[in-house]
């Protein structure tokens, strides 16, 4: 791998969920133990697997890792950070404020931006103080902070009196607002980022649009912070070696495809390939394997996979979606995942069956939208919640109001708080919510949803305000309505979208109790882009159908009400016959 030809003291890696992030890192660190350096491996997921990966049981401590000599690897726990953090903020005002708004403070620092920042605060202490890992040649991360977070705190009003006398309700001046304390050890933690003799950030991705574009904006963001020594690892490069399996073709000229059109962004960095393994990387001998010539794929689980009729296809959903008549039918989930195949799916099966439907999707590139509408479907209306203009949109009349009366500072710091993702949930937000009103006469399928905390957030500032006014009589029916219309099962249905592997499945199942915290309870989960109702004869494919055993059960026994299985496709589902090809894809392979 080529980050370590010369490696430099401090290694990052990021990317999105899934990409193999942990297991890169994992065999980094394994690598530069077996050359004689002495390692600190951390993870600052909250649902770190590392114990899983390096096949030890890994504390809070540095824990000595079994078979490697000089390796340590640590968790370090932004969750429980998080919620200390929280509790020393609404702390000071519970009895001196009402229930109703102490709730809506907890709920403000319940978000991503307060277990964003307080992993930073985690991490930094690793970071910026060299004394505390001065006994180790390298230390490596799992996780890396956003461009946001770092841009928040190298603003100098962000450590200025604004944020403990302002609330403008918007998304990450309040988590930050403790943080003044930290200043000095925060400035030398981006210091140490942004000098590349002692950093590299290695960023990771898989042969797949959607992960390609979210390392490009990663990078683009960092660089711009003088985050410059930047390598690049693809992931996952699959090279079928049967060729008569026409799925395993299909694949291999896809990721071709997708790296052949890279952003210029990646495709100028140092690169490293590593070929797809044929199941999870668990154990010591496979990270040694990792990015080398004799790379292995015997790690495959040899379970015998489940019979093809006991994994049910999204059509065996639709007799019960459609048995109200009418309602909201949303599809959540991580990016990458398939929630616009899904809700597309559904929304066409829907049609055919004579319902008036509203198929809302924030697909970038449009693509179901644009042939839905060139085919005209009978029944079927289309339309884009475009986020960039929602949220362009939002942020003109936060700083039309919450801003009119800041000084230069605050105007700063209130403008790089409303570029946080948090900023723009809120404003696809309202668009959703005019959306889920037409759910009264028809079915309205969205591709986007607020999670569990932004619900929760619009009921406790809800709450705040009638603690406040005494007047909840004089907000509009459509806002009153919302809320309850959401936590109703019998006009909202809840469709959970991941991939059979460990990230996503994890990350599904943390959106799962975020959604019953806000009490909604999930119809159904969709797991995508399985192999296992297939008949497939590559090797790679074969053993890579076995191992995403282990995560269907899981979803299948003890996550999920109701489970649909989407096949891999051969082709990426664009147009209204790829669409209803899926609610008829089961059928097709019983």
């Known amino acids: 791998m080529k980050h370590l030809d010369h490696p430099t003291r401090i290694l990052f890696f990021t990317g999105k969920g899934g990409v193999g992030k942990t297991t890169m890192a994992c065999a980094t660190a394994v690598q530069r133990a077996d050359q004689g350096k002495r390692v600190l491996l951390v993870s600052t997921d909250p649902a770190s697997n590392l114990h899983d990966v390096l096949a030890t049981r890994i504390g809070y401590e540095p824990t000595p890792i079994v078979g490697v000599p000089g390796l340590f690897a640590m968790n370090i726990d932004p969750a429980e950070s998080a919620r200390a953090y929280r509790e020393r903020m609404v702390e000071p005002y519970r009895g001196l404020l009402p229930d109703a708004a102490v709730a809506s403070m907890e709920e403000q620092f319940s978000g991503s931006c307060t277990l964003e920042i307080a992993a930073f605060d985690e991490f930094s202490r690793l970071l910026g103080d060299e004394s505390a890992t001065a006994d180790y040649d390298h230390v490596i991360f799992d996780t890396a902070p956003t461009g946001h977070t770092l841009r928040l705190l190298t603003l100098p009003s962000a450590w200025s009196g604004f944020m403990e006398t302002n609330t403008t309700g918007t998304s990450c001046l309040g988590p930050l607002a403790g943080l003044q304390s930290q200043q000095k050890l925060y400035q030398q933690s981006v210091s140490t980022l942004s000098d590349a003799e002692k950093t590299t950030l290695v960023l990771v991705t898989r042969p797949d649009a959607s992960a390609l574009n979210e390392a490009a904006r990663t990078s683009t963001e960092l660089r711009q912070l003088g985050v410059a020594n930047q390598q690049l690892i693809v992931n996952g490069l699959f090279v079928a070696s049967d060729h008569n399996d026409q799925l395993a073709i299909a694949m291999e000229q896809r990721s071709a495809s997708v790296l052949e059109s890279m952003p210029d962004t990646l495709a100028n960095l140092p690169r490293t390939d590593v070929a797809l393994t044929a199941g999870n990387v668990l154990g010591i001998e496979l990270l040694r394997m990792i990015g080398t010539a004799s790379e292995s794929d015997s790690s495959a689980s040899q379970e ?26 949303l599809a959540m989930g991580k990016g990458g995942v398939g929630k616009t195949t899904v809700a597309g799916s559904i929304a066409v099966a829907l049609a055919d069956r004579g319902y008036d439907v509203h198929l809302s999707t924030t697909d970038p590139a449009a693509h179901v939208k644009a042939t839905l509408a060139a085919e005209s479907m009978p029944h079927l209306t289309v339309s884009r919640i475009d986020p960039v203009q929602e949220t362009a949109e939002y942020t003109a009349e936060v700083m039309q109001t919450a801003g009119a009366d800041l000084d230069e500072g605050g105007r700063a710091l209130l403008e790089e708080d ?45 709450a705040y305000h009638r603690e406040v006014t005494r007047q909840s009589q004089q907000m509009p029916d459509s806002v009153q309505n919302l809320l309850p219309r959401l936590r109703d099962p019998e006009f909202t249905r809840v469709m959970i979208v991941t991939l059979p592997e460990a990230t996503p499945v994890h990350e599904a199942t943390q959106l ?19 192999l296992a109702p297939l008949v497939v004869t590559d090797p790679i494919l074969k053993q890579r159908q076995q191992s995403e055993q282990p995560f269907i059960r899981e979803v299948r026994d003890e996550l999920a009400a109701r489970l649909a299985v989407i096949p891999m496709l051969a082709e990426p589902p664009v147009g209204i016959s790829s669409l209803r090809q899926i609610t008829a894809q089961a059928v097709a392979n019983r």
């Open 304 to 329: 015998t996979a489940p019979a093809t009729s006991e994994l049910p296809g999204l059509d065996a959903l639709i007799p019960e979606l459609e048995a109200s008549g009418h309602g909201v039918i």
């Open 512 to 530: 799962q109790n975020d959604l019953r915290r806000a009490e909604i309870e999930p119809f159904a989960w969709v797991v995508n882009q399985s």
């Open 418 to 462: 409303l570029r946080s993702p948090c900023t723009e949930e809120i404003a696809v937000f309202r668009a959703f919510a005019r959306a889920v009103a037409e759910g009264t006469d028809k079915f309205v399928v969205l591709d986007t949803a607020p999670t569990g905390h932004t619900i929760l957030l619009l009921d406790s500032a809800l």
